[in-house]
């Protein structure tokens, strides 16, 4: 898709919206969430049930995982 050039933007009047803005695809997640529904109901539970809801044992476990699926 290309970018969209400053000059058009510049030269849109009121509430017009280029075209090219309105062709973000919608993405239906009911089926991933009801994949792990239960997996996310539980870890909301552990961070509410702890009251640590920063830098607590579930943000350092999530970060350990997203760091070793992204090296």
Same mark, same amino acid.
């Given at each position: 898709?290309? &970018?969209?050039? *400053? ?23 009911? #089926?991933?969430? *009801? ?10 539970? #552990?961070?509410?049930? =702890?009251?640590?809801?920063? =830098? /607590?044992?579930? *943000?350092?476990?999530?970060? /350990?995982?997203? &760091? &070793?699926?992204? #090296?």
């Amino acid at each position: 898709m290309p &970018a969209v050039e *400053t000059d058009e933007i510049e030269n849109l009047e009121g509430d017009k919206t280029p075209e090219l803005f309105n062709k973000v695809p919608y993405i239906d997640l009911t #089926r991933q969430n *009801t994949q792990y529904k239960y997996e996310i109901k539980m870890a909301i539970n #552990r961070v509410l049930e =702890s009251g640590i809801y920063t =830098s /607590g044992p579930e *943000t350092e476990g999530f970060e /350990g995982e997203f &760091a &070793a699926l992204n #090296r």
